[in-house]
């Protein structure tokens, strides 16, 4: 079964706000081996949303909508829907009374311009609302209505002419509290005892170190059109994440054939994968430190204190991560770490020298087994190539490495921190014996 999601309101296509209801309708959909090929988003418009159905109507099974059933003027989902299957709106009496019972309930009088959310399609069935004043719109239309659909639609049906039969559209109001409500108690039930059964999974695996196209490289071509089960890729703050999606009678079917693909992904990338779903960097970092029972504290020289906030969210207990200093100038990192005069002045000529400083100072301040240490950041629009270093420290000596500060002003951070946490992870995870201390070793990138 292949299906749509709309979103509906003015407030979605002119940016005013985020559509997450789509998000969560299509991965409910997948729970349900129901493929979503497409995501349309159209405004409180009439003919506009008609054509949208039509269109459709003319390539899926089935089209979940949300938004547009309100009581207002520019509420128009319920009318769309009947424009577009060529039917009148009806009263349905028994959904009127039940609207005036829940105004009642709250000691109100029903508005009549409510009266419209008791209007459905001919032919169509209510699904009940049980705590809001908008029921849903449950109704089938047969293909043969929009025959002068575009050309472009009628050829996605390919040889199967998918114009032939009918398309369940299943209209849902936009508040996400009630739309959800309303999919679990009646909508999913009825979808998944037509649907087949069938269960859609996915499975994300987390790299980082290389670019997008290098790493793409580096897999024997599971990332094909048409493979199965599909691998997609992703890239955000030069996080890369593998995407394996798999569709199978079951969710233990559809983990049995992912499973090959991901032993395939782990032996070709090796220490580049560091972790799955939504694993980040410092989550692979703290595992790693509290399988080995050390502690970690941190030492950052710029803007935003990101690896502190990172990994003081992957270590809520406090048990691996102890804290550290974020510092904005010099003199508050000589008066925080009590490093050299020189080196906080700028008369280090690359920056190994002060981030290792900063590192061991920090380990030894903190009592902890590791420290980290970055910065400083280059100033806004600094001429390139800029770099950024970094550094860790074990109670034997420190570890320098640095990387090309790049990118926008946005994601620059970003990526300078998560570079300092692959330097730790990578020592700790390459070390002969990780539950070892880690051997004095000189480190750049």
Request: glycine fraction near 10%.
């Amino acid at each position: 079964m292949r299906a749509e999601v709309i979103s509906v309101g003015d407030e979605l296509t002119s940016g005013q706000r985020l559509d997450t209801n789509s998000q969560w309708l299509s991965e409910r959909l997948g729970d349900l081996g129901i493929h979503v090929l497409y995501h349309t988003t159209v405004s409180d418009d009439q003919e506009a949303h008609a054509r949208v159905l039509r269109e459709a109507i003319g390539r899926v099974d089935l089209v979940v909508s949300s938004g547009g059933l309100g009581p207002t003027a520019d509420d128009l989902t319920r009318h769309a829907i009947a424009q577009a299957a060529g039917v009148e709106l009806v009263l349905d009496e028994a959904v009127l009374d039940r609207i005036r019972g829940l105004f009642g309930r709250r000691g109100r009088t029903m508005p009549p311009s409510n009266e419209v959310q008791a209007m459905f399609p001919r032919g169509s069935r209510v699904i009940p609302n049980p705590h809001g004043s908008a029921p849903g719109i449950d109704i089938d239309i047969e293909r043969s209505i929009v025959a002068d659909v575009h050309a472009h639609a009628r050829e996605s049906a390919g040889a199967n002419d998918r114009r032939q039969g009918t398309v369940r559209i299943i209209a849902l109001p936009g508040v996400p509290s009630e739309l959800k409500e309303m999919w679990q108690e009646t909508v999913e039930p009825h979808l998944r005892a037509v649907s087949g059964g069938g269960v859609i999974l996915h499975r994300r695996i987390k790299c980082f170190g290389v670019g997008e196209s290098d790493l793409e490289q580096m897999l024997p071509d599971l990332i094909r059109r048409g493979r199965e089960p599909t691998v997609g890729i992703t890239v955000h703050r030069a996080t890369i994440t593998l995407r394996i999606t798999a569709a199978g009678s079951s969710p233990e079917a559809c983990r049995a054939a992912i499973g090959p693909t991901a032993r395939t992904i782990y032996e070709c990338l090796g220490d580049l994968a560091f972790g799955e779903e939504d694993d980040e960097l410092q989550h692979a970092l703290v595992r790693i430190l509290a399988a080995q029972g050390k502690r970690l504290a941190v030492a950052e020289w710029g803007p935003g204190g990101l690896l502190s906030k990172w990994l003081g969210g992957a270590d809520p207990t406090a048990a691996t991560f102890v804290g550290g200093v974020v510092v904005r100038s010099s003199d508050a990192l000589r008066r925080a770490l009590g490093i050299e005069q020189k080196l906080v002045e700028g008369r280090d000529p690359d920056g190994a020298n002060t981030v290792a400083a900063m590192a061991t100072a920090c380990r030894e301040r903190f009592a902890a087994d590791y420290a980290l240490a970055t910065g400083p950041y280059p100033d806004e629009g600094h001429t390139s190539p800029a770099r950024i270093y970094f550094a860790w420290a074990d109670a034997g000596t420190s570890h320098t490495g640095s990387a090309v500060y790049a990118g926008h002003s946005d994601v620059a951070p970003a990526r300078a921190a998560k570079q300092a946490l692959n330097h730790l992870r990578l020592a700790l995870v390459q070390a002969p014996n990780p539950k070892s201390q880690i051997p004095n070793k000189s480190q750049s990138g």
